[in-house]
């Protein structure tokens, strides 16, 4: 489907009839606001999920026809719903206008608007959602008697399948498509004449891309290696003879979080061998590996053996139809594997637990129900025994590439053709089976290859003294060092910034400790452990928690953080916003578990404990 193309609020701004030569950058005159409302628009802080609902249509609702004669007509006739608007909400309410000749026009655009009524709409599977808060609005610029045209209609469904499928995770719609009037409230919008298409299976609601979601992502298993696995402490096998059920759960954290996240938390806090979970599934619908088919859980109390666990990732009426397909893909894999029948069950049906919360526990009620499923092979290395995966793709690529492979990988995290071919390459050069699979035995050689002397100051037993120096040199150091393998004082001098900045000891000796923490921090937000809560640290705090990540350290993202707590470190704390003592003091002990910070449990919230906040994030540990 062609894409759409959105004319920007420069557009149609309420000073639209000035000269041209008069108006400001991108046609946004602050000054003019100021004078006539006294501030300029300001983006919203309340909570914006849309990926959690999807997109309500509405319509203009006059009495008389709107019949522009051309688009200057449009464009004054956003610009005085913005007049309309403005004295009580701050800025236009709706998200995006469509107009008759087809064109759309940004309105709040990508963030939270306010048109679609302050109350709450149920959906199936026991959903309550935020009008506003889980919701795009979408204005047909109709009056009661006009018609859509063809045009019209046409850009809305390209725009509906934009905001559905070519934006980020946290500013996607979801797939429910509705009319304003749904859910009971008091209007008739979005009108006689526009109300057949703005429900889902309608021809605005596009069918999604070819290529998008769990139909292609589902026909395969993520292996550990690709999601960055650890090691697993032990495994304890178990014969498929014995294997009986299929149990689902979720993570009840936000969706935004990672395998690997998850696999430190039970590692670390719960003191796990491994992830506790055989397989892991993302809103995209992706599986990833976790301890396998062949490997004893840690997941339902009592049912660790008999039982194959496959965990959400995210809260209760996070999971997509994406979601569904995949979960149901991987059962019936399961089936497969097994060679029997397995029973479908949820987590709370075998003990005492919410999990896996209200929608999923109805949908695997009714025995799982989706429109189809795919089969499922081993993907890229996955669906094996669950002990493989030491090195995350990114680091992987970079090894590659450290080594000298031409031409460079890109480092995104990515497993395609290329990368595989690059490994491949590497464990020849290092002297392992060219399989292209990144395991242990791969990264001891990787370690030996690129040492080149003893211990002491230097140590490069697992990174060469240049390789040290090109890290040091990559994050920035001042002056930049050269590399050239000699360990001087400048390159002692550059490790040991180096390790303040990752948040290990400071000296000068790069051994496993500092190579652990510089990868996670290469592929995490590479924050500065410098003990300032500043924008971007609560930005990234504010992704680990799952609220939206705006570097302001509003209510919400308060709240958030005592969910989060209670989660992951069991800290029952009220969630009311209060990050006083009670919270700092879950946040400390939670910080020291994850990370091994020595904290002093006061509840005051300073440099020390910002720092070892900031390690976390780097680390993934958080």
């Known amino acids: 489907m062609a894409s759409v193309t959105i004319q920007t609020r420069s557009t149609w701004a309420p000073h639209i009839d000035m000269p041209l030569a008069t108006r400001l950058r991108e046609g946004r005159d602050d000054d003019w606001y100021i004078r006539t409302y006294g501030k300029p628009p300001q983006p919203s802080d309340r909570t914006w999920e849309p990926w959690r609902g999807g997109v309500f249509i509405h319509y203009a609702g006059s009495r008389f026809s709107f019949s522009p004669a051309s688009e200057t007509d449009c464009r004054k006739k956003v610009a005085s719903t913005f007049a309309d608007h403005y004295p009580d909400s701050g800025d236009i309410k709706y998200n995006f206008f469509v107009c008759p000749h087809g064109t759309v026009y940004e309105g709040r655009g990508h963030q939270r608007g306010e048109a679609n009524g302050g109350a709450t709409i149920a959906l199936s599977g026991g959903r309550e959602l935020g009008r506003n808060t889980a919701f795009y609005s979408v204005?047909?610029?109709?009056?009661?008697?006009?018609?859509?045209?063809?045009?019209?209609?046409?850009?809305?469904?390209?725009?509906?399948?934009?905001?559905?499928?070519?934006?980020?995770?946290?500013?996607?719609?979801?797939?429910?498509?509705?009319?304003?009037?749904?859910?009971?409230?008091?209007?008739?919008?979005?009108?006689?004449?526009?109300?057949?298409?703005?429900?889902?299976?309608?021809?605005?609601?596009?069918?999604?891309?070819?290529?998008?979601?769990?139909?292609?992502?589902?026909?395969?298993?993520?292996?550990?290696?690709?999601?960055?696995?650890?090691?697993?402490?032990?495994v304890v096998k178990v014969p498929a003879s014995e294997r009986r059920g299929f149990v689902v759960h979720y993570s009840a954290g936000p969706s935004s979080q990672t395998v690997r996240q998850i696999?430190?938390?039970?590692?670390?806090?719960?003191?796990?061998?491994?992830?506790?979970?055989?397989?892991?599934?993302?809103?995209?619908?992706?599986?990833?590996?976790?301890?396998?088919?062949n490997n004893e859980g840690a997941h339902t109390s009592g049912y660790n053996r008999s039982h194959i666990a496959v965990c959400f990732i995210g809260r209760d009426g996070d999971a997509t139809k994406a979601v569904k397909i995949s979960i149901r893909s991987l059962y019936e894999k399961a089936n497969t594997v097994f060679g029997r029948t397995l029973s479908k069950t949820y987590h709370s049906a075998l003990g005492s637990t919410s999990c896996p919360g209200n929608e999923l526990r109805s949908w695997v009620s009714s025995g799982m129900p989706v429109d189809g499923w795919s089969d499922i092979g081993d993907g890229d290395g996955g669906g094996g025994d669950g002990t493989g995966g030491v090195r995350s793709v990114a680091s992987q690529q970079k090894a590659v590439n450290s080594l000298g492979h031409t031409p460079p990988l890109d480092v995104d995290g990515i497993t395609r053709p290329k990368t595989v071919a690059g490994i491949k390459w590497l464990q020849t050069k290092v002297g392992v089976t060219a399989d292209g699979i990144w395991g242990p035995d791969t990264e001891a050689a990787y370690r030996a290859y690129t040492s080149s002397g003893g211990p002491g100051k230097g140590m490069s037993a697992v990174r060469s003294i240049a390789s040290q120096q090109k890290a040091v040199k990559d994050l920035g150091h001042t002056p930049k060092l050269d590399v050239d393998g000699v360990f001087g004082p400048r390159t002692e001098a550059g490790v040991e910034w180096l390790q303040a900045r990752v948040g290990v000891t400071a000296d000068g000796l790069w051994g496993p400790d500092t190579e652990t923490a510089f990868t996670r921090f290469s592929d995490g937000?590479?924050?500065?452990?410098?003990?300032?809560?500043?924008?971007?640290?609560?930005?990234?705090?504010?992704?680990?928690?799952?609220?939206?990540?705006?570097?302001?350290?509003?209510?919400?993202?308060?709240?958030?953080?005592?969910?989060?707590?209670?989660?992951?470190?069991?800290?029952?704390?009220?969630?009311?916003?209060?990050?006083?003592?009670?919270?700092?003091?879950?946040?400390?002990?939670?910080?020291?578990?994850?990370?091994?910070?020595?904290?002093?449990?006061?509840?005051?919230?300073?440099?020390?404990?910002?720092?070892?906040?900031?390690?976390?994030?780097?680390?993934?540990?958080?």
């Open 139 to 234: 204005q047909g610029m109709l009056g009661i008697p006009d018609r859509p045209t063809s045009v019209m209609l046409a850009s809305m469904k390209k725009l509906i399948h934009h905001l559905r499928y070519e934006l980020p995770r946290e500013r996607r719609a979801g797939g429910e498509l509705l009319p304003h009037q749904a859910g009971g409230w008091g209007t008739d919008c979005p009108g006689a004449n526009l109300l057949p298409y703005a429900k889902t299976g309608s021809s605005i609601d596009p069918e999604p891309p070819a290529k998008q979601g769990a139909e292609a992502a589902a026909l395969n298993i993520v292996s550990r290696g690709s999601w960055g696995a650890r090691a697993p402490k032990s």
């Open 263 to 293: 696999q430190n938390y039970h590692m670390d806090s719960n003191g796990w061998s491994d992830i506790g979970y055989n397989f892991l599934v993302d809103t995209a619908g992706r599986i990833h590996e976790g301890r396998g088919w």
């Open 525 to 622: 937000p590479n924050l500065t452990v410098d003990g300032d809560f500043g924008p971007r640290t609560i930005a990234f705090t504010q992704r680990a928690i799952g609220v939206t990540a705006d570097g302001v350290r509003g209510a919400e993202s308060k709240r958030a953080l005592q969910r989060h707590l209670n989660t992951w470190s069991d800290a029952g704390l009220t969630v009311d916003g209060d990050t006083g003592p009670n919270t700092v003091k879950a946040l400390q002990r939670h910080l020291m578990l994850m990370t091994g910070t020595k904290l002093t449990i006061d509840g005051a919230w300073g440099a020390t404990t910002t720092r070892a906040l900031q390690t976390a994030l780097n680390q993934g540990r958080f």
